[in-house]
């Protein structure tokens, strides 16, 4: 089996699709669907149902995406390594980062970052913060950046920037008023919360266990994965939610949300790194261009 191979199978398996995988590849259609048909006999595994014009993962294929994505990632970080026997002149950086953190704070680091080292291309995926950790562990990703802390002895973390979270809901909410709201009252609305195991819904749950409010009380109406679905779902009408005042802010300015006048503690971004993979001079540079950027603001 070839690095290749394991190529074409993520970018098939992650599109579902064999035309859109060979599309972004750069390859023709049939020499990705013949790598795909060399792996399985050479392991003598189905990797994909054939469904009409789409496919879908096996079993199979679904216990092996993981191990292909680790290895591909082991392979850019030992491509690294050596690019930086050369400067820095090229190679890959895996990054990992939660949902707001990739959508509103990250990507001005990361261009800082292309610009002061263009050769050396950032893979940026998305997770939750249990998705980041999982990832900084098991070496698909170098770098990951969570909100919150994360408790794993493989897992060095520490502080980049710090988020305020705030409580919204509709102009037609009876909270939209602006009066003040009792931890109590929290129990009196239908809410929409991220899904377990987001650093957002967590902070929300460590604040109502502060405030004698035992997280499972909450009426939670929808559980959506994305900030985007959830400020969607409340801008249409559906109860209270917890979300990054930044996420939040283009919906204040537009009348859209109201702010619930109910305080949520500011939060941490931190960096994940393990504590015994070698760590490279690329994800040192991103670490100290964020330093220097958290420096100069006031």
Excluded at 11 to 34: F, K, M, N
Excluded at 216 to 222: D, G, H, Q, T
């Amino acid at each position: 089996m070839t690095l290749e191979q394991l190529r074409v199978f993520v970018a098939v398996a992650e599109r579902e699709h064999v035309t859109r995988a060979a599309e972004a590849l750069g390859l023709a259609q049939s020499a990705t669907s013949a790598a795909i048909a060399a792996l399985e006999a050479q392991t003598g595994a189905k990797l994909f149902h054939r469904l009409g014009r789409g496919i879908a993962l096996t079993e199979a294929g679904t216990l092996f995406l993981p191990e292909a994505r680790a290895v591909l990632a082991r392979a850019a970080a030992a491509e690294l390594v050596l690019s930086e026997l050369g400067g820095m002149q090229r190679g890959t950086l895996a990054v990992q980062a939660s949902q707001t953190i990739s959508a509103y704070w990250l990507p001005r680091h990361l261009v800082a970052f292309r610009r002061a080292w263009p050769g050396i291309e950032v893979q940026l995926t998305i997770g939750n913060t249990a998705q980041v950790a999982a990832a900084v562990r098991d070496g698909t990703a170098e770098l990951g950046f969570v909100e919150g802390s994360v408790e794993d002895p493989a897992l060095t973390s520490r502080r980049v920037a710090r988020d305020q979270l705030v409580v919204v809901v509709g102009p037609e909410h009876p909270w939209a008023s602006g009066a003040p709201v009792t931890a109590a009252q929290l129990l009196d609305t239908e809410w929409v919360l991220r899904e377990p195991g987001s650093g957002t819904r967590a902070v929300l749950e460590a604040a109502l266990e502060a405030s004698g409010i035992a997280p499972e009380r909450l009426r939670v109406a929808l559980t959506l994965p994305s900030n985007e679905a959830v400020r969607a779902a409340v801008e249409a009408g559906m109860g209270a939610t917890a979300i990054s005042a930044s996420a939040a802010a283009p919906s204040l300015e537009a009348g859209l949300l109201c702010r619930v006048d109910w305080a949520l503690p500011e939060r941490e971004f931190r960096v994940l790194r393990h504590v015994e993979r070698y760590r490279s001079a690329a994800a040192d540079a991103l670490l100290a261009l964020i330093d220097a950027g958290a420096r100069r603001s006031p």
